[in-house]
């Protein structure tokens, strides 16, 4: 079942965040390790006085306004084939990123399918359940897409054809708290992103 | 409060005694302290109900001279927000509100202290209210009065005048400066909370006042944004967003309306921005070199230097106050669980030990005063809050029940901690006293986590 139809607004936001990488792939060729320009840090903190100690002062403060609305919207999006269906999912077990031996049989198979299909490009993303600390499993997802890009490359795919990202918990497929969700919501997923 | 007090409850407090100095004597049970140097000064302190002597304050809503309509509210608000401010802060014992009609009408500048003292009242705080004019924008200037007044010594002990169009703002600051004369340390009023609310769909950047009031969206990217961090001097947030497609660093100027991408591109993924006490620099987590490491990095440079080489997880970096040690969070041995080491990267050792806790340790937070980490240990199948000693090891457990508590984030007075639970269900923002008393929900829309607490 495609993991779409479990979860629709997961997918609007894979959907959206699909689109973004495409596009950060057709303008930085993949596996390119040049040192991209980081944005230089600004530096512009305002002067705010700190409370007076007059007897008589003028409190007040700014209006906090953070950041609007962005330019990038929904219409935006353009179609995009898909073919991750093709491609299984990998689990894991809690707070471990180790491939079992059945992960390895899966990433075999899509090894192969890889090879087949010699033009596609993939994001490896990294998931894991809801338990533990949102930060520590952003690096546990990391962690879990580095080891599956790896064992891939391992099997002869070439690195320049894939990206690995994490997810931590935030992305979970069965959003239930118990342990059949949480085993399905550990995962390595492949994600077709052009071909 | 009752006026039938049974415990003792004077407390005779010159200019020159401060409660941080008292409160650590007080907890351990010595009732009888020489002031120091004030030099005349005897204080006595009496036992009080939770363990700990409160001082009795009355707070009578402000006066409103000019009979202006219009200040009636400001006057109801400046009142509720310095009231929920004092009675948060742990220090008071508030007089209740239905012994002031007791109280004959007062001129605030000569008040009769034998009144307050018919009351219960150790100290009071007075006040008037007058419109002041128009602000750039429209907004009213409210033009206040305030005067604390100490019951014992007869004394007037703060007086000041404000001109504010901002009457939360000047609740906030009336309620800090009143905490400040106590204890020698600012309050809490001012402070805000950082965080990450999903109410409008999916998770984007908010902040509040600390108390919930105020809540305001900072980011509209439709996309990801996790990890806020603020800077030492409250102005600037760090975040991470996947905006652009990969987790990476943001630093936003919540006043200015402008960020700047803090770490990004270069392939990789960077996570869990956390400032350097003094404003320079960020520790994050990054996967630039193929693992998850922490790595630092100046604000106003380019260097960047990679603090951890361990085979494990590195993540959570929190630095002590005085910026020459970090506690963070690592699977270096198998399992989660808290170090500390060097700022340089250099010492690192575990500090989570001890039968109270389980295999699985994370979210660490150095405690502004510099003597405890606290963090999160997964213990009966859920998360709670506990603080370690970092000289001794001591362990307190702050958070129990059939619920997970988990990101804690101090004060900037170190008296308070914020943390995530979701003990009613989705997860909400809460607020506990730093011994673990007093906890309550500050946020109720949506799932709202990872609370920042400004450091001022």
């Given at each position: 079942m495609n993991r779409f139809e479990v979860n629709p607004s997961t997918a609007n936001r894979s959907f959206f965040l699909v689109l973004l990488l495409v596009l950060t792939l057709v303008l930085v060729p993949a596996g390119c390790k040049k040192k991209a320009p980081v944005s230089e840090p600004s530096d512009d903190t305002e002067g705010q006085s700190a409370a007076s100690t007059e007897s008589r002062e003028s409190l007040d403060d700014g209006d906090i306004i953070g950041m609007g609305t962005d330019s990038l919207n929904d219409s935006d999006l353009g179609a995009l084939g898909r073919s991750e269906l093709d491609l299984k999912d990998v689990h894991f077990a809690f707070d471990r990123y180790d491939l079992t031996i059945t992960a390895q049989t899966m990433l075999r198979e899509n090894a192969g399918w890889l090879q087949a299909n010699g033009g596609v490009q993939i994001i490896v993303e990294g998931h894991c359940d809801e338990r533990g600390s949102n930060e520590y499993n952003l690096a546990l997802g990391e962690r879990r897409a580095e080891a599956v890009k790896n064992y891939l490359v391992s099997l002869g795919i070439s690195d320049s054809r894939m990206r690995a990202i994490s997810y931590g918990e935030e992305m979970p497929l069965d959003p239930a708290n118990n342990e059949a969700a949480w085993a399905k919501n550990r995962r390595g997923h492949l994600l077709v992103v052009s071909q | 409060m009752q006026l039938s007090s049974g415990g003792i409850r004077h407390l005779r407090v010159g200019q020159s005694i401060r409660w941080f100095v008292?409160?650590?004597?007080?907890?351990?049970?010595?009732?009888?302290?020489?002031?120091?140097?004030?030099?005349?000064?005897?204080?006595?302190?009496?036992?009080?109900?939770?363990?700990?002597?409160?001082?009795?304050?009355?707070?009578?809503?402000?006066?409103?001279?000019?009979?202006?309509?219009?200040?009636?509210?400001?006057?109801?608000?400046?009142?509720?927000?310095?009231?929920?401010?004092?009675?948060?802060?742990?220090?008071?014992?508030?007089?209740?509100?239905?012994?002031?009609?007791?109280?004959?009408?007062?001129?605030?500048?000569?008040?009769?202290?034998?009144?307050?003292?018919?009351?219960?009242?150790?100290?009071?705080?007075?006040?008037?209210?007058?419109?002041?004019?128009?602000?750039?924008?429209?907004?009213?200037?409210?033009?206040?009065?305030?005067?604390?007044?100490?019951?014992?010594?007869?004394?007037?002990?703060?007086?000041?005048?404000?001109?504010?169009?901002?009457?939360?703002?000047?609740?906030?600051?009336?309620?800090?400066?009143?905490?400040?004369?106590?204890?020698?340390?600012?309050?809490?009023?001012?402070?805000?909370?950082?965080?990450?609310?999903?109410?409008?769909?999916?998770?984007?950047?908010?902040?509040?006042?600390?108390?919930?009031?105020?809540?305001?969206?900072?980011?509209?990217?439709?996309?990801?944004?996790?990890?806020?961090?603020?800077?030492?001097?409250?102005?600037?947030?760090?975040?991470?967003?996947?905006?652009?497609?990969?987790?990476?660093?943001?630093?936003?100027?919540?006043?200015?309306?402008?960020e700047v991408v803090f770490a990004g591109g270069q392939g990789a993924s960077f996570f869990s921005p956390e400032w350097t006490p003094d404003g320079q620099g960020i520790i994050f987590n990054s996967s630039l070199d193929g693992e998850s490491e922490l790595y630092i990095r100046g604000s106003s440079g380019k260097e960047m230097r990679r603090l951890t080489f361990s085979r494990g997880i590195d993540t959570s970096p929190s630095f002590s106050p005085d910026g020459r040690r970090l506690a963070f969070n690592s699977s270096r041995t198998g399992s989660p669980q808290i170090y500390i080491m060097d700022a340089d990267g250099l010492n690192a050792e575990r500090i989570s030990f001890g039968e109270m806790l389980g295999q699985y340790n994370s979210c660490p937070a150095w405690s502004p005063d510099g003597s405890r980490v606290a963090f999160c240990s997964r213990t009966g199948g859920f998360f709670h809050v506990f603080t370690i000693d970092v000289a001794d090891g001591r362990l307190k457990r702050l958070t129990s029940g059939p619920s997970n508590n988990e990101e804690p984030s101090w004060s900037p007075d170190g008296r308070h901690i914020a943390f995530t639970s979701d003990r009613e269900g989705k997860k909400q923002i809460f607020i506990m006293n730093a011994d673990g008393a007093r906890q309550r929900a500050v946020t109720s829309s949506g799932d709202n986590e990872s609370p920042s607490w400004s450091r001022s």
């Open positions: - | 008292l409160l650590p004597l007080i907890l351990v049970g010595v009732t009888f302290f020489p002031a120091p140097s004030a030099g005349q000064e005897e204080v006595t302190i009496g036992t009080a109900r939770r363990g700990i002597s409160l001082i009795d304050l009355a707070l009578p809503k402000f006066l409103n001279p000019t009979a202006d309509p219009g200040v009636a509210a400001v006057i109801e608000e400046l009142r509720e927000v310095i009231w929920s401010d004092l009675d948060f802060s742990g220090l008071f014992e508030l007089v209740d509100r239905r012994f002031y009609g007791y109280i004959p009408p007062y001129n605030p500048q000569r008040p009769d202290y034998e009144d307050w003292e018919g009351i219960g009242a150790q100290s009071f705080l007075l006040g008037s209210v007058r419109t002041a004019g128009t602000a750039d924008g429209g907004r009213t200037v409210y033009s206040v009065d305030s005067i604390l007044y100490d019951v014992k010594s007869r004394q007037r002990m703060l007086g000041k005048k404000y001109d504010s169009s901002r009457p939360l703002l000047l609740a906030h600051t009336i309620a800090d400066e009143i905490i400040r004369h106590y204890t020698g340390t600012a309050g809490i009023g001012a402070s805000k909370i950082a965080f990450i609310s999903n109410r409008d769909s999916n998770k984007e950047l908010y902040v509040m006042d600390w108390d919930g009031r105020r809540q305001v969206r900072l980011t509209a990217n439709k996309s990801l944004d996790l990890s806020p961090s603020w800077d030492p001097e409250g102005k600037r947030i760090a975040y991470v967003s996947y905006k652009r497609g990969s987790p990476e660093i943001f630093v936003m100027d919540a006043y200015a309306g402008r």
